[in-house]
């Protein structure tokens, strides 16, 4: 990996923990790209696709949605606004019970699960955010 790739990536890195709110890449593209526009596009998705890969941040796959990142990589849950579409995190325990129970009936080795909440956030529930 070259000097300018690490950069970049510390960039992208480094911004995806300051916006903390599970953005999509288009919303890390548009926060890097303001502040260093020689970044491009096509540069922040492939970094927040290998950073994922490597477990170093969290990818947060949204039914019929683009997915978000998450500067957090520990196993957690999250809620989506069907209103505005922000996700937040849900921290409560993971269900590891979950896992043993479909081990049994399938016969599978379980390595993980996805959970996700639909909800409407407090904002929307207020009728305080814009509808996107
Ligand atoms: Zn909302
Ligand atoms: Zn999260």
Redesign the pocket.
């Known amino acids: 990996m070259s000097g300018r790739n690490t950069v970049q990536r510390t960039i992208i890195e480094d911004e995806l923990r300051r916006l903390a709110n599970h953005p999509t890449a288009d919303e890390v593209y548009e926060a890097v790209h303001a502040s260093h526009p020689s970044i491009g596009r096509a540069t922040v998705y492939r970094t927040l696709g290998r950073l994922s890969d490597e477990g170093l941040i969290g990818r947060v796959k949204i039914n019929n949605g683009a997915d978000h990142f998450d500067h957090q990589a520990f196993a957690h849950y999250h809620v989506r ?6 996700v937040d995190d849900v921290m409560i325990p993971v269900l590891g019970e979950v896992d043993e129970a479909a081990a049994r009936v399938t016969g599978y080795q379980i390595t993980g699960h996805a959970l996700q909440f639909d909800g ?6 207020q009728g305080l ?1 814009s509808t996107a």
Do not use: E
């Open positions: 606004c069907t209103c505005c579409g922000r409407v956030c407090p904002a929307c529930q955010a």
